[in-house]
């Protein structure tokens, strides 16, 4: 079957400009995540979404990023008036909840590799 | 804030040498995951270790968990120039039952 999509690949952006990066999960997984990173760093949580339940925004840094997911499949993310710090590879994680209640593997996509000039 | 820290930073090696990485973790937790992800892009999931297990086998992968010291190792055996990547721990905290915690990875070089 077919894993977690994101699109564009690349995107170069103008600073100020607004630019939108979509995510498509694994068909049938409830729980999508969007997370961050920087050079050479770790994965910066930034919004999680489970099902119809309010997101988790607690990690979007700043009003200018939000995150949308429609029918509880794809997602995207949208910063507005991006900054030169807003460069990063972004990244959308898909995954099952287990009988445990809990979380096991979580199955990433590719990543968006933003540039804002 | 970073709950697991990766050490070392980087590691080279030798083909068919043993390759350790350790992770270090502050907070109580539910499980620890290892990752590997090549060329900065989509990362892999290669492990999962629940707080009550000690060792894990998976192929030519070993985890240990010391949740005493909150600690965990990862040994890659025989490595491959294939195996050559960033290898990330991430923490499901007691806390939480879907937020992964990552590190900020140990860069492993295998040197065919």
């Known amino acids: 079957g077919a894993g977690v999509s994101q699109s564009p690949s690349n995107k170069v952006t103008e600073k100020g400009k607004d630019v939108e990066l979509r995510c498509d999960p694994i068909?049938?997984?409830?729980?999508l995540y969007w997370y961050r990173q920087s050079l050479g760093q770790g994965l910066e949580f930034l919004i999680y979404?489970?099902?119809?339940?309010?997101?988790?925004k607690s990690g979007l840094p700043s009003d200018r990023f939000s995150a949308e997911r429609t029918g509880g499949s794809v997602s995207t993310l949208t910063i507005q008036r991006t900054q030169q710090e807003d460069s990063a590879v972004y990244l959308c994680?898909?995954?099952?909840?287990?009988?445990?209640?809990?979380?096991?593997?979580?199955?990433f996509g590719p990543g968006t590799r933003l540039t804002v000039l | 804030s970073q709950q697991g820290e990766e050490d070392p930073q980087a590691l080279s090696i030798q083909e068919g040498e043993n390759a350790t990485m350790n992770c270090s973790y502050k907070?109580?937790?539910?499980?620890l995951q290892w990752y590997r992800q090549n060329s900065g892009r989509g990362l892999v999931h290669l492990i999962l270790?629940?707080?009550?297990?000690r060792e894990k086998h998976s192929g030519r992968l070993r985890v240990t968990l010391d949740t005493s010291k909150k600690s965990s190792s990862l040994l890659i055996t025989a490595s491959r120039a294939a195996d050559t990547a960033s290898y990330f721990c991430?923490?499901?905290?007691?806390?939480?039952?879907?937020?992964?915690?990552f590190g900020k990875g140990t860069l492993l070089t295998v040197n065919p």
């Open positions: 907070t109580s937790i539910n499980n």
């Open positions: 994680a898909s995954t099952q909840l287990k009988g445990t209640g809990r979380y096991n593997e979580q199955f």
């Open positions: 270790i629940r707080s009550n297990e």
């Open positions: 979404f489970q099902g119809n339940s309010a997101p988790d």
């Open positions: 991430a923490t499901l905290s007691g806390g939480s039952n879907y937020k992964l915690t």
């Open positions: 068909s049938g997984h409830t729980a």
